[in-house]
């Protein structure tokens, strides 16, 4: 019998059918987190497929869910991979679609979000722009709050400048990375259930990471998990700063980090 504790898995990759890299095409993982949003995961699966770039494998993993969207990816046989059991959070979920990503870039599409248009991969990775040796392609989302320009630099000091949805990471940045990995060994595992792609980009960042901004509109975002004004947020934000650039350096960052709470608090 199964239940929603049962680990399941199935698609095409499964059954034996790996997608691979071409020369001049390279095959992009798009990765899905799902939990009990059958509905919305639909959408996110026909949108995936309209994409008109073909070298694409779409990765799903669902936390266990209890409302239906176990029979939709069991009665789907064009899915790439998909997972189901139940994990410690959002970014668990986005460590397994890595483990399962055979890809030479990723991306990770928000189950509540939509591509801006139906040739976007294809006008990033149809081979107008040189991207050997980028290790990050950076655009723009269109957020509840308006347009989200993505920027990768010095601003990484003071928050995330870089949108979840608004940008592809090259394979090998996961190497060495996971998200609910420590980053050095010997270190304990911390849980981070809000700032986890914040302390992906900063590290990237202080690493000097290879990045291509493209002044195009990656994705139109309905939600997804953000600080919400939540001190919670904002204290990762700062641990993650002192865990890569220790507290001297990080100090006066943290002080506006806090200002940017009281603000959101009184506001």
Same mark, same amino acid.
């Given at each position: 019998?199964?239940?929603?504790?049962?680990?399941?898995?199935?698609?095409?990759?499964?059954?034996?059918?790996?997608?691979?890299?071409?020369?001049?095409?390279?095959?992009?993982?798009?990765?899905?987190?799902?939990?009990?949003?059958?509905?919305?995961?639909?959408r996110t699966i026909d949108e995936?497929?309209?994409?008109?770039?073909?070298?694409?494998?779409?990765?799903?993993?669902?936390?266990?869910?209890?409302?239906?969207?176990?029979?939709?990816?069991?009665?789907?046989?064009?899915?790439?991979?998909?997972?189901?059991?139940?994990?410690?959070?959002?970014?668990?979920?986005?460590?397994?679609?890595?483990?399962?990503?055979?890809?030479?870039?990723?991306? /990770? +599409?928000?189950?509540?979000?939509v591509f801006n248009s139906r040739? $976007?991969?294809?006008?990033?990775? #149809? @081979?107008?722009? %040189?991207?050997?040796?980028?290790?990050?392609v950076l655009g723009n989302v269109?957020?509840?709050?308006?347009?989200?320009?993505?920027?990768?630099?010095?601003?990484?000091?003071?928050?995330?400048?870089?949108?979840?949805?608004?940008?592809?990471?090259?394979?090998?940045?996961?190497?060495?990375?996971?998200?609910?990995?420590?980053?050095?060994?010997?270190?304990?595992?911390?849980?981070?259930?809000?700032?986890?792609?914040?302390?992906?980009?900063?590290?990237? /960042? +202080?690493?000097?990471?290879?990045?291509?901004?493209?002044?195009? $509109?990656?994705?139109?975002?309905? #939600? @997804?998990?953000? %600080?919400?004004?939540?001190?919670?947020?904002?204290?990762?934000?700062?641990?993650?700063?002192?865990?890569?650039?220790?507290?001297?350096?990080?100090?006066?960052?943290?002080?506006?980090?806090?200002?940017?709470?009281?603000?959101?608090?009184?506001?």
């Amino acid at each position: 019998m199964k239940t929603h504790r049962d680990r399941l898995n199935g698609g095409k990759k499964a059954g034996g059918l790996v997608k691979k890299s071409m020369p001049g095409s390279p095959l992009i993982s798009i990765i899905t987190v799902v939990h009990n949003a059958g509905d919305a995961l639909v959408r996110t699966i026909d949108e995936v497929r309209k994409q008109t770039y073909p070298h694409k494998e779409h990765i799903i993993i669902d936390g266990g869910s209890t409302d239906g969207t176990l029979e939709i990816l069991e009665n789907d046989s064009d899915i790439d991979y998909w997972l189901s059991e139940v994990d410690q959070g959002i970014y668990d979920a986005m460590d397994k679609g890595i483990e399962a990503a055979d890809g030479s870039w990723l991306y /990770f +599409l928000g189950v509540d979000d939509v591509f801006n248009s139906r040739d $976007t991969l294809e006008s990033i990775y #149809g @081979g107008r722009f %040189m991207l050997e040796d980028t290790d990050l392609v950076l655009g723009n989302v269109y957020t509840q709050r308006g347009l989200f320009k993505g920027r990768f630099g010095r601003a990484l000091y003071f928050k995330n400048t870089v949108h979840h949805q608004g940008v592809f990471y090259r394979s090998h940045v996961f190497d060495r990375f996971r998200y609910c990995r420590p980053l050095k060994s010997g270190h304990a595992r911390r849980w981070y259930g809000i700032s986890g792609d914040y302390r992906l980009n900063l590290m990237l /960042f +202080l690493q000097g990471a290879s990045c291509i901004y493209v002044d195009k $509109t990656i994705a139109r975002c309905q #939600g @997804g998990i953000s %600080m919400q004004g939540q001190l919670r947020g904002y204290m990762e934000e700062i641990h993650i700063r002192h865990e890569q650039m220790g507290f001297c350096k990080a100090i006066f960052f943290d002080l506006f980090t806090l200002l940017r709470y009281l603000y959101k608090k009184i506001s």
